[in-house]
């Protein structure tokens, strides 16, 4: 199969899988926020300073708009998947929660212009393959105001985890590029529709090196803030640079 192919089907994939599953969810995540990303998320918070609105992007079924929304903030929730998103509706109903609202938009199809005071993006750009990573950014850059800050997290992975996974998807003839970590997405997702048991391996991943990340975000304007390592994740905070 060709790369094109097999990545909008490791896309569609995945959606799929978080719309069949969306209804785990809260049992498996439930509402906690691990130290390490709770730190992180006061920092950007810090950050935004007043009350204004922020999009959570790829929010899933909304794990971190309470936090947002106890800070002051208004949200706007995206996510490609519906069954998510119709998690997120279903724990913060507007009747109740006028502050927040869900959009059905996949980071690749984010087209924003400067509405957002803050932006975050959370346990997601793991998903994301190479060849979006560039357009996400800049879609991220063109959503936040001025200066506005942006959180988000990225897979760490052990270097011989990675290489391992290369090397069994090349030897099984899938169009991976280094960095991919996607030989066990196809009999994961078929043992998750069996058995009912989501695992880690069921989606695809992407795992670029920090030093990759820091060159996408200065080409797309943004501006590093602080970079920490905690719970399997780099956790970044950027900046829109002001000046274009």
Excluded at 7 to 23: I, V
Excluded at 44 to 70: Q, T, Y
Excluded at 86 to 114: C, N, S, T, W
Excluded at 191 to 216: K, M, N
Aim: glycine content about 10%.
């Amino acid at each position: 199969m060709e790369r094109t192919e097999w990545l909008k089907r490791m896309r569609g994939l995945a959606e799929d899988l978080y719309d069949r599953f969306s209804h785990y969810y809260w049992v498996r995540f439930g509402i906690n926020v691990d130290e390490m990303h709770r730190e992180y998320l006061q920092k950007f918070l810090g950050l935004v300073g007043k009350p204004g609105v922020i999009l959570s992007a790829a929010c899933g079924a909304g794990r971190f708009d309470g936090l947002l929304m106890e800070a002051g903030h208004s949200v706007v929730g995206i996510d490609q998947s519906a069954g998510v998103l119709a998690q997120a509706q279903e724990h913060f109903p507007i009747e109740q929660f006028p502050q927040v609202r869900y959009e059905k938009i996949g980071l690749q199809e984010m087209d924003f212009l400067e509405e957002f005071d803050g932006i975050i993006c959370m346990d997601a750009m793991e998903h994301i393959c190479p060849e979006d990573w560039q357009g996400i950014l800049r879609g991220f850059y063109r959503a936040l105001k001025p200066g506005g800050p942006l959180y988000f997290t990225a897979d760490v992975r052990d270097p011989a985890e990675v290489k391992a996974s290369y090397e069994r998807a090349v030897a099984m003839g899938l169009p991976v590029v280094y960095g991919d970590i996607a030989d066990e997405v196809e009999a994961a997702y078929q043992h998750a529709l069996e058995t009912g048991e989501v695992v880690d391996q069921s989606v695809y991943h992407f795992c670029p090196p920090l030093e990759q990340i820091r060159a996408w975000l200065e080409q797309a304007g943004l501006s590093i803030v602080e970079v920490g390592v905690g719970s399997e994740y780099h956790h970044i905070i950027a900046k829109r640079i002001c000046d274009e």
